[in-house]
């Protein structure tokens, strides 16, 4: 049986804590495997190399961090088949979809090898009279990244490109659930050159977590999650004198439109509601329909659902695999079956044993969903969409507007003055206009509003950068020295 340990210094380091969790594989519910769950020594042991490291990378050039992740890009390019086949193998989700999340993550440390251009600062000449100023920005030191289950290729590669092209050394604790790609990602860094200390990987649970945020070596944490555990990250980590990014957990909403191409947004829906399973925090968990075609909406999709080839995501003809675990299916069981007694219809259950001991819940399609019943209050994180119906714009705005969470929405129409104007209206950090899953592109920033994020900065891109820096300004004057005299006056600039 498979045992995943620690990576430190650029190599497997045993666990001595004499803890572990299992790791299962989700289609055939059988474990495969089991993760070290760290000690407080071992994460401190992981810090102290990452710390030791520090100094070392700072002062390695921009061109030269630039080279390693361009050899960083090109190495998960050649296997990133591998890493899908590992991410199915844990997580679940078919490979096509794996494919898809390595190369979004690609896209990310292809940003990051422009940092010669993204840490220019800026410079005025002769702001006062033999004065100039100029800005830079400056690494942090050692930061942490601790990452969820559902995308453990994307996300971390969404903080640790970011963070190590600008200098700092970083801390990884990844979901205990779908360990092994970071391990075999560590070892492709290590392939491109990155020095021993930079990136150092620590498996664990809570243990780990809580010491990661009061370790006094540790700058800054970022954070992809639940709300709940997302608001503790950014509580405790802030109290502890840390930059905290935390990005919660959604529930996101498409309104269609009286005047949409039902075709086209029946087809959106099945994609954005069931793709991995509904377990993406961009999923479509709520499509709220215009009562003119909420019917007509709803058969469509209906009618795609049998459609969908539900199955082991290692199948090449499986379009959506099973949940994480035994206990996400449950849950996500126990919302389909309280359903009926809350008001809502249950128009295509997903309830299912026909695929033995997997963790598999087929697509399930909810109507008459309304706020206040639980399938539409909470994040169900599980291949369940529900129908909401509303009088028009103003009623599907308003609905929107009213969710505690604001990570991501989309509207389905063709009048571009409404679309226009929801852009505008909507209180909700990304947006898609006829697309339903609007996760930005590398070179803008990924991040909610509301209990969807916690701390000022989004997720990789331009935020990214300021996020692992710091802004210092620089005032500098060489005078001659025979014009040098005591002024107890404010500094002016004329």
């Given at each position: 049986?498979?045992?995943?340990?620690?990576?430190?210094?650029?190599?497997?380091?045993?666990?001595?804590?004499?803890?572990?969790?299992?790791?299962?594989?989700?289609?055939?519910?059988?474990?495969?495997?089991?993760?070290?769950?760290?000690?407080?020594?071992?994460?401190?042991?992981?810090?102290?190399?990452?710390?030791?490291?520090?100094?070392?990378?700072?002062?390695?050039?921009?061109?030269?961090?630039?080279?390693?992740?361009?050899?960083?890009?090109?190495?998960?390019?050649?296997?990133?088949?591998?890493?899908?086949?590992?991410?199915?193998?844990?997580?679940?989700?078919?490979?096509?979809?794996?494919?898809?999340?390595?190369?979004?993550?690609?896209?990310?440390?292809?940003?990051?090898?422009?940092?010669?251009?993204?840490?220019?600062?800026?410079?005025?000449?002769?702001?006062?009279?033999?004065?100039?100023?100029?800005?830079?920005?400056?690494?942090?030191?050692?930061?942490?990244?601790?990452?969820?289950?559902?995308?453990?290729?994307?996300?971390?590669?969404?903080?640790?490109?970011?963070?190590?092209?600008?200098?700092?050394?970083?801390?990884?604790?990844?979901?205990?659930?779908?360990?092994?790609?970071?391990?075999?990602?560590?070892?492709?860094?290590?392939?491109?050159?990155?020095?021993?200390?930079?990136?150092?990987?620590?498996?664990?649970?809570?243990?780990?977590?809580?010491?990661?945020?009061?370790?006094?070596?540790?700058?800054?944490?970022?954070?992809?999650?639940?709300?709940?555990?997302?608001?503790?990250?950014?509580?405790?980590?802030?109290?502890?004198?840390?930059?905290?990014?935390?990005?919660?957990?959604?529930?996101?909403?498409?309104?269609?439109?009286?005047?949409?191409?039902?075709?086209m947004a029946a087809d959106a829906a099945i994609g954005a509601a069931y793709g991995s399973a509904?377990?993406?925090?961009?999923?479509?968990?709520?499509?709220?329909?215009?009562?003119?075609?909420?019917?007509?909406?709803?058969?469509?999709?209906?009618?795609?659902?049998?459609?969908?080839?539900?199955?082991?995501?290692?199948?090449?003809?499986?379009?959506?695999?099973?949940?994480?675990?035994?206990?996400?299916?449950?849950?996500?069981?126990?919302?389909?079956?309280?359903?009926?007694?809350?008001?809502?219809?249950?128009?295509?259950?997903?309830?299912?044993?026909?695929?033995?001991?997997?963790?598999?819940?087929?697509?399930?399609?909810?109507?008459?969903?309304?706020?206040?019943?639980?399938?539409?209050?909470?994040?169900?994180?599980?291949?369940?969409?529900?129908?909401?119906?509303?009088?028009?714009?103003?009623?599907?705005?308003?609905?929107?507007?009213?969710?505690?969470?604001?990570?991501?929405?989309?509207?389905?129409?063709?009048?571009?003055?409404?679309?226009?104007?929801?852009?505008?209206?909507?209180?909700?950090?990304?947006?898609?206009?006829?697309?339903?899953?609007?996760?930005?592109?590398?070179?803008?920033?990924?991040?909610?509003?509301?209990?969807?994020?916690?701390?000022?900065?989004?997720?990789?891109?331009?935020?990214?950068?300021?996020?692992?820096?710091?802004?210092?300004?620089?005032?500098?004057?060489?005078?001659?020295?025979?014009?040098?005299?005591?002024?107890?006056?404010?500094?002016?600039?004329?």
């Open positions: 049986m498979n045992e995943i340990q620690h990576w430190i210094d650029n190599k497997v380091v045993a666990s001595t804590s004499g803890r572990t969790a299992p790791v299962y594989n989700p289609a055939l519910g059988e474990q495969s495997g089991t993760v070290a769950l760290a000690s407080v020594d071992e994460v401190d042991a992981a810090v102290a190399a990452a710390k030791a490291a520090a100094p070392g990378w700072r002062s390695t050039s921009l061109s030269k961090r630039a080279e390693i992740l361009f050899r960083m890009r090109e190495l998960v390019d050649a296997n990133r088949k591998e890493i899908a086949s590992l991410l199915t193998a844990e997580h679940g989700k078919v490979l096509s979809d794996a494919m898809g999340e390595v190369a979004r993550g690609l896209e990310n440390i292809e940003f990051a090898c422009g940092v010669p251009h993204l840490l220019k600062g800026g410079f005025s000449e002769q702001a006062a009279t033999g004065v100039d100023v100029y800005s830079i920005r400056q690494p942090l030191g050692v930061v942490a990244g601790i990452t969820p289950f559902n995308f453990p290729a994307m996300v971390p590669m969404w903080m640790f490109a970011n963070a190590l092209a600008c200098g700092n050394t970083f801390v990884l604790k990844p979901s205990e659930k779908d360990p092994s790609v970071t391990m075999f990602v560590a070892e492709l860094l290590a392939q491109a050159g990155l020095p021993a200390g930079c990136l150092n990987v620590v498996q664990g649970d809570k243990v780990a977590v809580d010491r990661l945020l009061e370790h006094d070596d540790i700058a800054a944490v970022s954070f992809v999650g639940s709300t709940p555990i997302a608001k503790y990250i950014y509580e405790t980590g802030t109290r502890n004198g840390k930059r905290v990014q935390a990005l919660g957990g959604a529930k996101n909403h498409m309104l269609v439109l009286a005047d949409a191409d039902l075709d509904g377990e993406r925090c961009m999923a479509i968990s709520v499509v709220l329909a215009a009562d003119a075609i909420a019917d007509d909406l709803v058969a469509k999709i209906a009618d795609r659902i049998p459609e969908v080839k539900v199955g082991n995501g290692m199948e090449p003809d499986s379009e959506m695999g099973p949940l994480i675990t035994a206990e996400s299916k449950d849950r996500v069981t126990g919302y389909i079956d309280g359903a009926p007694a809350e008001g809502a219809t249950i128009v295509v259950d997903g309830r299912t044993d026909e695929h033995g001991d997997g963790f598999f819940v087929n697509p399930t399609l909810l109507d008459n969903v309304t706020p206040g019943m639980k399938c539409y209050d909470d994040e169900i994180f599980g291949p369940v969409l529900s129908v909401t119906r509303v009088n028009g714009y103003e009623d599907g705005v308003a609905m929107i507007n009213a969710s505690p969470f604001a990570n991501g929405t989309a509207i389905f129409t063709r009048d571009g003055g409404a679309a226009r104007e929801f852009q505008f209206d909507i209180e909700v950090g990304m947006v898609g206009i006829n697309v339903p899953i609007p996760v930005p592109v590398s070179y803008y920033s990924f991040g909610g509003w509301k209990a969807s994020l916690f701390g000022d900065t989004h997720m990789y891109g331009p935020e990214g950068i300021n996020f692992y820096t710091r802004g210092k300004v620089v005032t500098s004057r060489w005078p001659d020295p025979a014009t040098s005299t005591v002024d107890l006056g404010f500094p002016e600039t004329r």
